[in-house]
């Protein structure tokens, strides 16, 4: 990719910086994650706040970044590979910003959960471990594109089925301990957002690992089904 | 002039030599032709050595094929030689590097070299395991593409390096780690990493002992101090009065108990080995069930499994508090209708004494923290059970002083299992 030798070096400054600009996002929104999963299992609601904060400076990265795309493309006129590391960056900054909302979403409804004075202690070990697993998806994705590693790109996108049947599973265990007890529908429903904002998660680091597939092979594998990750 | 170029310049002018007389004597063409003949077969001689040289040259090797022939044959010799002194210092430096690298291998700190750009040079496994990196991959890409953390990513763009940078991996659970960037060969930077895990948790058990004695004694004082404003300030009757004392003996006894067992702890620390009673156990695990029996009041089944084989050498008092802690325990936090099996089992290798219970069972992230001072897993129900919070604290430090293992194993909602495992020394009469 950005190894390949152009004629100018400015050039291939110019998108390995803005490679690195992506993940300096992704690190952040993976910080974001990892301590709205943090707060969930601890009830520390401290944090929260920075996970919010945090949010604002993913969005400026998210604009600044599309913008250099921008630039690339006016300027370089890009072809091939280059063309296409620009456009899947372009299009990785999104999930990775909606993946930055999601832990957003997750510390905002830990926080309300908190506050009423529930404790999720029945659930806590389910969506902590759905958290978890999708957490490492971001980080192998983000990982799959730093290095341009299809292998492990693919291997996060087997990973999402296995979020999203936990995920059922959580909001089946749910809706029957709603019915049991109508007391706990608060707090469940709560919960469910929360699951819900992890599951989405994982579906972001699954749409970054497809790009990551198009940049490096050229081959779009988006709504392929199983066939598209052979 | 070397001796070579003489002796080709020298076999021109023999030739010359050869050529004049014929051309003076015969005829002017048969000198010229003498002359040339000459000529032309000392360039098929020089011909046929620039061939080999030059195919030599393009593949060097130094197995002993290359011979000039006549005046090339000092030329090739020290061609040869200079090859061969050449190959064999690179093979020296290679070794030289080798040993360096494995050096830097061996190192139980992670090491990471950066060029200007903080793009990786090089990597230790060492820092390979603690920031997943995998050198074979990642050489030349900038570190914090992999090591992605903000705090990290500012701490290389402030480039203020006069303070190390404690990071909590997220790459391993719980690791923490503090990063030294030190420059070298100019603008390059050498990060050291250590992994401080260990230094960091003694911190912070330390910082939470203080903080959770003084919240631990300050609960039951505030209750105190409230009854006591009461008692002086409102005019009470005899029953509400009684109550009133009632409850501040109680608050005033927890106090004392959370000091008697602060006091143990630490006299279990600083006290000399524990001297050789003979403890027996058959007897010991009697008592443990009956006493079990009384606090569960039926609640639960009791079940002692031993074979009677293999007593304990060691203080009795202290084992005796110690097993008796962990079958409280045990049936404390088992709801009602649930087992507690106690069993002691001894061999040649060592033994075993084991609470198991069908409690509500401990989530794994707890249990390395378990035997700390005052921690508590759910805070409201170990206090509304009775507990100081020392207990575990207190069992693992008389269990060690018998170089004693205290094991715990647990699965949530399913039930524990605290074990001690002694050392064959600890056992007598098998």
Not at chain 1, 175 to 203: K, L, Q, V
Not at chain 2, 411 to 420: H, K, L, N, Q
Request: aromatic content about 6%.
């Amino acid at each position: 990719m950005n190894e390949s030798q152009h004629l100018s070096s400015q050039f291939d400054e110019d998108l390995g910086r803005l490679r690195t600009h992506v993940l300096q996002m992704g690190g952040m929104v993976e910080t974001q994650i990892s301590s709205a999963v943090d707060a969930y299992a601890t009830g520390e609601i401290g944090s929260v706040k920075s996970i919010v904060d945090a949010d604002h400076k993913v969005n400026e990265l998210e604009k600044a970044i599309d913008d250099d795309c921008a630039h690339i493309i006016a300027k370089r006129q890009p072809a091939a590979s280059d063309l296409r590391l620009v456009l899947g960056i372009s299009k990785i900054v999104t999930d990775l910003e909606r993946a930055g909302d999601e832990a957003k979403k997750i510390a905002k409804g830990v926080r309300r959960i908190y506050e009423n004075g529930h404790v999720p202690s029945q659930f806590g070990i389910g969506v902590r471990h759905l958290a978890e697993a999708a957490l490492i998806m971001v980080r192998q994705a983000l990982d799959a594109f730093a290095r341009l590693d299809t292998e492990q790109a693919r291997s996060v996108i087997r990973a999402d089925s296995e979020v999203d049947t936990e995920f059922k599973s959580i909001i089946r265990q749910l809706i029957t301990h709603m019915m049991e007890d109508p007391r706990t529908i608060t707090t469940s429903i709560d919960i469910i957002t929360i699951a819900r904002a992890i599951e989405r998660i994982g579906d972001h680091a699954k749409n970054i690992s497809e790009q990551v597939i198009y940049v490096v092979e050229g081959r779009d594998i988006r709504h392929t089904g199983k066939e598209g990750i052979k | 002039m070397s001796e070579q170029l003489i002796r080709a310049l020298l076999l021109a002018l023999l030739t010359a030599l050869i050529a004049l007389p014929v051309g003076y004597f015969v005829a002017q063409w048969a000198g010229w032709s003498v002359f040339c003949a000459g000529l032309a077969l000392q360039m098929v001689f020089h011909f046929r050595n620039f061939a080999r040289l030059e195919r030599w040259s393009k593949a060097p090797v130094v197995d002993g094929n290359l011979e000039g022939e006549g005046s090339w044959d000092g030329i090739f010799g020290r061609l040869y030689r200079h090859e061969k002194d050449l190959r064999e210092q690179i093979a020296k430096r290679d070794k030289e590097i080798a040993m360096l690298i494995e050096a830097g291998q061996a190192l139980t700190d992670g090491v990471v070299l950066l060029d200007q750009n903080n793009h990786i040079l090089f990597c230790n496994t060492t820092a390979e395991t603690q920031l997943a990196l995998v050198i074979r991959t990642d050489r030349g890409q900038p570190i914090v593409n992999l090591v992605r953390q903000p705090e990290f990513v500012h701490y290389l763009q402030e480039a203020d390096f006069s303070r190390p940078l404690t990071l909590r991996s997220d790459r391993s659970e719980d690791r923490v780690l503090s990063i030294y960037m030190i420059p070298y060969a100019g603008d390059r930077r050498l990060m050291q990493i250590k992994d401080v895990t260990q230094t960091d948790r003694l911190d912070r058990m330390r910082r939470d002992f203080v903080a959770n004695v003084s919240h631990e004694l300050r609960t039951p004082l505030t209750v105190l101090a409230g009854f006591l404003e009461t008692l002086q300030e409102i005019e009470l009757d005899r029953d509400e009065r009684q109550r009133y004392l009632g409850m501040m003996s109680e608050q005033s006894t927890r106090m004392e108990m959370i000091v008697q067992d602060l006091l143990t702890l630490s006299s279990i620390e600083s006290a000399p080995p524990p001297q050789n009673d003979i403890v027996d156990m058959a007897n010991l695990i009697d008592k443990l069930r009956r006493d079990a029996e009384g606090l569960s009041h039926g609640r639960h089944t009791i079940i002692a499994e031993t074979d009677g084989r293999g007593d304990l050498s060691g203080a009795e008092p202290e084992l005796v508090s110690a097993f008796g802690n962990l079958v409280a325990n045990a049936v404390r936090y088992t709801p009602p209708g649930g087992t507690v099996r106690i069993s002691w089992h001894a061999n040649a290798q060592g033994a075993e004494f084991a609470v198991q219970d069908s409690g509500i069972g401990i989530d794994p992230k707890h249990i390395p923290r378990l035997t700390e001072r005052f921690y508590r897993v759910d805070r409201g129900r170990s206090r509304d059970a009775g507990g100081t919070g020392l207990g575990l604290a207190i069992v693992k430090h008389s269990l060690s002083r018998h170089q004693a293992q205290l094991e715990i194993k647990s699965t949530p909602g399913v039930g524990s299992r605290f074990a001690a495992h002694f050392p064959a020394n600890r056992i007598v009469g098998l």
